[in-house]
């Protein structure tokens, strides 16, 4: 009965993608070479945006795609190529202090997940998901959280001002 | 899409015929493409005859030259990297495929109707940069290398004027579903007068100018091909590629061509439509059955008449330099189409 309740569609595709994703990330962080970790960054970040349609968040997914495939992983390759990406491996990649990056995932993780379940508890998803639309997004963000999108947005100009301050030599 | 066959097909006979008019929807453009304007228009714009003995006229060359490629020896260069180099077309095939997904065909004839298409399709268009980067690098090759981060800036440039572009049709529709563009189109009027429907390529000329210029950059199509200049990189990241992997990246380029026509005149030549007030129809659920056969013929139509301007662009002007390309996106076209849209929010409030 208790394998009836777990063996849904959704679940199922949920521990496929999950375990892509895990064994995308991990070899993010094992492999040898530069521009094979960032084409492995690829497949987690397709991963969390497949999880995203799962969870019927279509706008979110797209946007998952648009941004960090689309621009961010593609600077990111960009980048590495234009500057030290050698075919094959690489011995020198990892420095001495990877062995801190062990603790920081796991309070990253324990956050997070204090975060999930203090926030949604014993909460479920309707059986009927519905997807939500673009304009009860837009109606959200002009509306209520005006004020983080607007901190969000001055975020960003400091950004883009920043940039442009290191990149402008003369 | 079922519905004018009145017949119940189950849900896993939709989603294969689906597919494969998926498959259809890509390959048959692409093919007419190369054959009515690579082979032949070209050449006579160039006052020869072009492919004349495969075939009547040659219409039979494209088989012809796919047979040759599929022949010719899959080489990978020694010191590449080999499983990047393999996957790296079928990357950028790949995006092409996912693209045709949102385009609406009829009333019924869909592959998805999806609420936010357009920007499905400019998400997964700019995916076809990850395996033209990946092509470059991994063929260990400088000129590849070279002709992949010039694909990947130019691409990255000509994304913000084609997205800036769509808003214009996005606020003018109210909606981002590609079908429901198409309805407001047709069903829209101009000054009171619904004998042409409202096809957006009259009020947002502006954004189809910036669209067209911008998808001819994102198409490295001349005279946005420094990509594969072949004067200088010999042929760009393509360079190592041979037999079916570069007829891969050929189908790729022209089928992504003919997805991009597709899309344009959706958005703003009214799509599969005829103005709705010729046969007195009034949404889309009026809309006769007959329509799912003559929208797609419709549809293809359009798409060779915007498929027709790039390639006549194509075959008429030189390459531009690098450095005037990347001025042109960021100091005319971003801000001319932003113009656009401050100027279309204000005519969408007042009017």
Same mark, same amino acid.
């Given at each position: 009965?208790?394998?009836?309740?777990?063996?849904?569609?959704?679940?199922?595709?949920?521990?496929?993608?999950?375990?892509?994703?895990?064994?995308?990330?991990?070899?993010?962080?094992?492999?040898?070479?530069?521009?094979?970790?960032?084409?492995?960054?690829?497949?987690?970040?397709?991963?969390?945006?497949?999880?995203?349609?799962?969870?019927?968040?279509?706008?979110?997914?797209?946007?998952?795609?648009?941004?960090?495939?689309?621009?961010?992983?593609?600077?990111?390759?960009?980048?590495?190529?234009?500057?030290?990406?050698?075919?094959?491996?690489?011995?020198?990649?990892?420095?001495?202090?990877?062995?801190?990056?062990?603790?920081?995932?796991?309070?990253?993780?324990?956050?997070?997940?204090?975060?999930?379940?203090?926030?949604?508890?014993?909460?479920?998803?309707?059986?009927?998901?519905?997807?939500?639309?673009?304009?009860?997004?837009?109606?959200?963000?002009?509306?209520?959280?005006?004020?983080?999108?607007?901190?969000?947005?001055?975020?960003?100009?400091?950004?883009?001002?920043?940039?442009?301050?290191?990149?402008?030599?003369? | 899409?079922?519905?004018?066959?009145?017949?119940?097909? *189950?849900?896993?006979?939709?989603?294969?015929?689906?597919? #494969?008019?998926?498959?259809?929807?890509?390959? @048959?453009?692409?093919?007419?493409?190369?054959?009515? %304007?690579?082979?032949?228009?070209?050449?006579?714009?160039?006052?020869?005859?072009?492919?004349?003995?495969?075939?009547?006229?040659?219409? =039979?060359?494209?088989?012809?030259?796919?047979?040759?490629?599929?022949?010719?020896?899959?080489?990978? *260069?020694?010191? /590449?990297? +080999?499983?990047?180099?393999?996957?790296? *077309?079928?990357?950028?095939?790949?995006?092409?495929? =996912?693209?045709?997904?949102?385009?609406?065909?009829?009333?019924?004839?869909?592959?998805?109707? %999806?609420?936010?298409?357009?920007?499905?399709?400019?998400?997964?268009?700019?995916?076809?940069? @990850?395996?033209?980067?990946?092509?470059?690098?991994?063929?260990?090759?400088?000129?590849?290398?070279?002709?992949?981060?010039?694909? /990947?800036?130019?691409?990255?440039?000509?994304?913000?004027?084609?997205?800036?572009?769509?808003?214009?049709?996005?606020?003018?529709?109210?909606?981002?579903?590609?079908?429901?563009?198409? &309805?407001?189109?047709?069903?829209?009027?101009?000054?009171?007068?619904?004998?042409?429907?409202?096809?957006?390529?009259?009020?947002?000329?502006?954004?189809?100018?910036?669209?067209?210029?911008?998808?001819?950059?994102?198409?490295?199509? +001349?005279?946005?091909?420094?990509?594969?200049?072949?004067?200088? @990189?010999?042929?760009?990241?393509?360079?190592?590629?041979?037999?079916?992997?570069?007829?891969?990246? %050929? &189908?790729?380029?022209?089928?992504?061509?003919?997805?991009?026509? #597709? &899309?344009?005149?959706?958005?703003?030549?009214?799509?599969?439509?005829?103005?709705?007030?010729?046969?007195?129809?009034?949404?889309?659920?009026?809309?006769?059955?007959?329509?799912?056969?003559?929208?797609?013929?419709?549809?293809?139509?359009?798409?060779?008449?915007?498929?027709?301007?790039?390639?006549?662009?194509?075959?008429?002007?030189?390459?531009?330099?690098?450095?005037? #390309?990347?001025?042109?996106?960021?100091?005319? @076209?971003?801000?001319?189409? =932003?113009?656009?849209?401050?100027?279309?929010?204000?005519?969408?409030?007042?009017?």
């Amino acid at each position: 009965m208790f394998a009836a309740d777990l063996l849904v569609a959704q679940n199922i595709g949920f521990a496929v993608i999950a375990l892509v994703m895990i064994v995308g990330a991990l070899r993010v962080v094992t492999t040898s070479n530069v521009v094979h970790a960032a084409l492995w960054l690829v497949v987690v970040l397709s991963g969390a945006a497949a999880q995203y349609i799962l969870l019927a968040a279509e706008f979110v997914a797209i946007t998952q795609v648009l941004v960090y495939i689309g621009a961010v992983m593609v600077l990111f390759l960009f980048g590495t190529m234009l500057t030290r990406a050698r075919i094959g491996a690489e011995r020198d990649l990892n420095n001495n202090y990877w062995r801190l990056g062990i603790p920081v995932a796991g309070v990253l993780f324990a956050a997070m997940t204090i975060a999930v379940v203090s926030s949604f508890g014993d909460e479920q998803l309707p059986d009927e998901p519905r997807v939500i639309g673009v304009q009860e997004i837009s109606d959200q963000i002009v509306g209520p959280y005006l004020l983080p999108f607007w901190a969000l947005s001055f975020v960003l100009l400091g950004a883009i001002i920043g940039a442009i301050v290191l990149a402008r030599k003369d | 899409m079922m519905s004018m066959l009145a017949v119940e097909v *189950p849900y896993w006979g939709q989603s294969l015929l689906r597919v #494969l008019g998926g498959i259809v929807a890509v390959l @048959l453009p692409a093919g007419t493409i190369v054959y009515v %304007f690579l082979f032949k228009m070209m050449s006579f714009m160039q006052s020869r005859l072009g492919p004349m003995e495969a075939g009547p006229y040659g219409s =039979l060359q494209l088989v012809a030259e796919v047979g040759k490629w599929l022949q010719k020896e899959d080489i990978v *260069p020694e010191r /590449a990297d +080999a499983r990047i180099f393999k996957m790296a *077309p079928i990357v950028v095939l790949l995006s092409t495929f =996912l693209l045709i997904a949102v385009v609406p065909f009829g009333p019924d004839a869909w592959f998805t109707d %999806f609420e936010v298409g357009i920007f499905y399709a400019l998400a997964v268009s700019s995916l076809s940069v @990850l395996g033209i980067l990946m092509a470059g690098w991994s063929s260990a090759n400088k000129y590849s290398l070279l002709g992949g981060l010039r694909a /990947a800036g130019q691409l990255i440039a000509y994304e913000l004027p084609m997205v800036l572009a769509v808003i214009g049709v996005i606020i003018q529709a109210g909606t981002m579903n590609l079908q429901q563009i198409v &309805i407001a189109q047709n069903s829209g009027s101009m000054f009171g007068f619904s004998g042409l429907g409202n096809p957006y390529v009259i009020t947002q000329f502006v954004g189809f100018v910036v669209f067209m210029i911008a998808i001819q950059a994102e198409l490295t199509q +001349a005279p946005f091909d420094m990509p594969i200049a072949e004067s200088e @990189l010999v042929s760009g990241y393509m360079t190592e590629y041979s037999g079916f992997r570069f007829l891969i990246f %050929f &189908i790729g380029e022209f089928a992504t061509a003919g997805v991009f026509s #597709l &899309i344009a005149s959706v958005l703003f030549l009214g799509g599969w439509g005829v103005p709705f007030a010729w046969f007195g129809w009034t949404d889309v659920d009026s809309v006769a059955n007959w329509m799912n056969i003559v929208g797609p013929i419709i549809m293809i139509t359009k798409m060779m008449l915007v498929a027709f301007i790039i390639m006549w662009v194509r075959f008429s002007y030189p390459r531009f330099r690098e450095d005037q #390309l990347q001025r042109f996106a960021w100091k005319v @076209l971003i801000p001319v189409s =932003l113009a656009n849209i401050a100027l279309t929010s204000i005519f969408k409030v007042v009017m």
